[in-house]
């Protein structure tokens, strides 16, 4: 009898949509290979205190979303003390909210390739935009989860064959820079200091966006939060509040949310390499 080789699923879902991509990847991944499957968020803070360990016969799915065209800046540094190990079969999975994945995916591969690892499969997917309640409205759908399905067994027959790996992602793996935002007249928007803020007639004190931040920056002043600390503009506040009493109101973001939902309007294709 030889040992179940494991698929560990490790994700950064503030707002929910890469986390629902990254599980629906791996429960098939999993039947196909008839591995057991570990669920890893690194969402929280919590969760990145230690760095994850893999040997050579783990499968990792490393699944992120896209932020400003590449890997969330604030996680960057724990993505890629996480991904090391020579020879441990990988797979890289972006979301992104219908704009584009820009070098995302470009970078995600080319840690783990920097890291030893063996990039066997990519995938950019499409998932609701976390600013937006129209971009990317209702993705995954049903198509999108089918080319999910399908990469599924590629990737399974990949692993199983052992064949040589060269993935072809476009892009770059050390971007110089982040996607720049724009706002309505085509100027680029400051929103790099921009805070939500809390209604107090609209707070019922529930406490839920309290546990929610994943830069731990919302502090429980008597029930309500106030957001005193490094904002990421995740919207993992704003979007786990029951009753809308979190908002962003900062002018120059505002103008980048009507921009992007005017620009990207139509739907973008999920993407997949092998
Ligand atoms: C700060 C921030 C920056 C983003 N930048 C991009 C981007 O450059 N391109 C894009 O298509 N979507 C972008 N998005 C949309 C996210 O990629 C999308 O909402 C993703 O599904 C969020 O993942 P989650 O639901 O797991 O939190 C951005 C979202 C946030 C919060
Ligand atoms: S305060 Fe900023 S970083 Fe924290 S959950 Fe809200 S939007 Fe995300
Ligand atoms: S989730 Fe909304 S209602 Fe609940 S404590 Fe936070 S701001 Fe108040």
């Given at each position: 009898?030889?040992?179940?080789?494991?698929?560990?699923?490790?994700?950064?879902?503030?707002?929910?949509?890469?986390?629902?991509?990254?599980?629906?990847?791996?429960?098939?991944?999993?039947?196909?290979?008839?591995?057991?499957?570990?669920?890893?968020?690194?969402?929280?803070?919590?969760?990145?205190?230690?760095?994850?360990?893999?040997?050579?016969?783990?499968?990792?799915?490393?699944?992120?979303?896209?932020?400003a065209?590449?890997?969330p800046n604030?996680?960057?540094?724990?993505?890629?003390?996480?991904?090391?190990h020579?020879?441990?079969?990988?797979?890289?999975?972006?979301?992104?909210?219908?704009?584009?994945?820009?070098?995302?995916?470009?970078?995600?591969?080319?840690?783990?390739?920097?890291?030893?690892?063996?990039?066997?499969?990519?995938?950019?997917?499409?998932?609701?935009?976390?600013?937006?309640?129209?971009?990317?409205?209702?993705?995954?759908?049903?198509e999108?989860?089918?080319?999910?399905?399908?990469?599924?067994?590629?990737?399974?027959?990949?692993?199983?064959?052992?064949?040589?790996?060269?993935?072809?992602?476009?892009?770059?793996?050390?971007?110089?820079?982040?996607?720049?935002?724009?706002?309505?007249?085509?100027?680029?928007?400051?929103?790099?200091?921009?805070?939500?803020?809390?209604?107090?007639?609209?707070?019922?004190r529930?406490?839920?966006?309290?546990?929610?931040?994943?830069?731990?920056?919302?502090?429980?002043?008597?029930?309500m939060?106030?957001?005193?600390?490094?904002?990421?503009?995740?919207?993992?506040?704003?979007?786990?509040c029951?009753?809308?009493?979190?908002?962003?109101?900062?002018?120059?973001?505002?103008?980048?949310?009507?921009?992007?939902?005017?620009?990207?309007?139509?739907?973008?294709?999920?993407?997949?390499?092998i």
């Amino acid at each position: 009898m030889h040992d179940m080789s494991k698929l560990k699923v490790y994700y950064f879902s503030p707002t929910g949509g890469t986390r629902r991509v990254a599980r629906r990847l791996a429960e098939r991944l999993g039947a196909l290979m008839g591995a057991e499957v570990e669920y890893h968020p690194y969402t929280l803070p919590q969760e990145r205190e230690s760095i994850p360990a893999f040997c050579a016969d783990d499968i990792v799915l490393w699944a992120t979303p896209v932020y400003a065209g590449r890997i969330p800046n604030k996680t960057l540094d724990y993505v890629r003390q996480a991904l090391t190990h020579s020879n441990t079969n990988a797979i890289a999975l972006v979301t992104f909210g219908n704009r584009a994945y820009d070098n995302a995916l470009a970078e995600l591969v080319g840690l783990m390739q920097e890291g030893g690892m063996r990039p066997v499969g990519a995938a950019a997917m499409v998932t609701r935009h976390a600013f937006s309640n129209t971009l990317g409205a209702g993705r995954p759908n049903e198509e999108d989860f089918a080319a999910l399905d399908r990469f599924a067994e590629q990737v399974a027959e990949k692993i199983r064959s052992g064949q040589p790996t060269l993935l072809n992602i476009p892009g770059e793996a050390h971007p110089e820079k982040y996607y720049t935002p724009l706002k309505t007249n085509n100027a680029p928007a400051g929103f790099l200091k921009a805070k939500p803020t809390c209604d107090s007639s609209r707070c019922t004190r529930c406490g839920r966006c309290l546990e929610v931040c994943p830069m731990g920056s919302i502090a429980n002043n008597d029930g309500m939060p106030t957001f005193d600390g490094i904002c990421i503009k995740c919207q993992a506040c704003r979007l786990s509040c029951p009753t809308e009493a979190i908002a962003f109101s900062d002018e120059e973001y505002l103008s980048h949310v009507a921009m992007i939902e005017r620009t990207f309007a139509a739907p973008k294709q999920p993407e997949f390499y092998i």
